[in-house]
């Protein structure tokens, strides 16, 4: 069973930074990808940016140069580091953990944290 929980949502004016947390239990951390979504009002959820399990980054261009994944798998933890935020950052933010299971692969879902950003 995997849970994942995170952390770091808040307010921020335009030009800010907040980095978010995903911290994961469960024992397959190590061989999963991590990634970070995101998901406006009225909107659909869009990938920022992915982590695979041998720390390969990819990000969307909406947030190339400016937001940055990381993990640290000895603490089964993830995070975004987010720069120069705009407004049309604004949105609730997810981590995702993709485990490639044998017989079909597997996403688990944290629970969302808010991020506004005021300008």
């Known amino acids: 069973q995997v849970h994942l929980v995170e952390s770091g949502g808040g307010l921020v004016q335009a030009g800010g930074s907040l980095r978010l947390s995903c911290a994961a239990s469960?024992?397959?951390?190590?061989?999963?990808?991590m990634g970070w979504y995101r998901q406006a009002p009225g909107k659909e959820r869009d990938v920022l940016a992915i982590?695979?399990?041998?720390?390969?980054?990819t990000y969307a261009d909406s947030v190339k140069g400016r937001f940055t994944i990381s993990r640290d798998n000895a603490k089964k933890t993830a995070w975004l580091q987010m720069n120069s935020l705009k407004p049309e950052d604004t949105a609730v933010y997810y981590c995702?953990?993709?485990?490639?299971?044998?017989?079909?692969?597997?996403?688990?879902w944290g629970q969302g944290t808010q991020v506004t950003v005021s300008s």
């Open positions: 995702n953990l993709h485990y490639p299971a044998i017989y079909g692969s597997e996403d688990y």
């Open positions: 469960g024992s397959i951390f190590s061989i999963s990808a």
């Open positions: 982590i695979t399990s041998g720390g390969t980054t």
